[in-house]
């Protein structure tokens, strides 16, 4: 996640704490290729079938981050986090959503061709990880973060620890832990 200016992102993100107006059209271009390349790699563990897109996801996003006029930038990585969060929560939701209508929820009759052309399968494993890192956070909030941070944000190593106000050599030991132990409450499911 290699953006040309990181110094003039942190600058639109205080400018646009401070009430600049026209800082987020400024920011925008900035950061929307590397939003877009997040929710590519976010998207491509999805698997087919998930139903959504990188693009409405990206929008999606946008769109929460605009409307997060309470948050109070500190800087590029600040702002990836609450992003790789904010997809999180989108994902998670999206899952849910297709899991309830699965069930039964919002029936609504098509015919067989048009069943056949839209897949209802929902995307489990969004929802079985995202309920193992709640309970990771409920124990060990960092380690929860650091995950949230790497596989939905896709932020580096230096990145995370950046964003945490840590070492990256305590990120990289709560990764591995982090990772282990989600792979182990994962097989339960």
């Given at each position: ?6 110094q ?19 920011l925008m271009p900035?950061v ?10 976010r998207m491509?563990r ?10 409405a996801l ?6 929460r ?5 309470r948050?109070?930038w ?6 990836f986090a609450v992003?790789?969060?904010?997809m999180?929560?989108?994902?998670v939701?999206?899952?849910?959503a ?10 609504v ?5 048009e069943a056949?052309a839209?897949?209802t399968?929902?995307?489990a ?7 193992a ?13 650091i ?6 944000g896709?932020l580096s190593?230096?990145e995370?620890?950046?964003?945490l106000?840590?070492?990256?050599r305590?990120?990289?030991r709560d990764?591995d ?13």
């Amino acid at each position: 996640m290699q953006e040309r200016a990181p110094q003039e992102i942190t600058q639109l993100l205080i400018a646009w704490n401070d009430g600049d107006a026209t800082a987020l059209d400024r920011l925008m271009p900035l950061v929307h290729d590397a939003l877009h390349q997040l929710a590519h790699q976010r998207m491509a563990r999805e698997g087919p079938g998930h139903g959504l897109q990188t693009t409405a996801l990206v929008n999606e996003a946008y769109l929460r981050l605009v409307d997060a006029s309470r948050v109070r930038w500190q800087n590029r990585a600040h702002f990836f986090a609450v992003s790789a969060r904010l997809m999180r929560y989108i994902l998670v939701d999206v899952a849910r959503a297709r899991r309830k209508l699965k069930r039964g929820g919002d029936v609504v009759q098509v015919s067989w061709d048009e069943a056949l052309a839209v897949s209802t399968t929902p995307s489990a494993d969004i929802i079985a990880l995202d309920d193992a890192l709640q309970t990771l956070a409920a124990f060990d909030e960092r380690k929860s973060r650091i995950v949230e941070l790497r596989f939905f944000g896709g932020l580096s190593v230096e990145e995370t620890a950046e964003v945490l106000k840590v070492s990256p050599r305590t990120v990289m030991r709560d990764w591995d832990l982090a990772k282990a132990w989600l792979l182990r409450e994962l097989e339960k499911t």
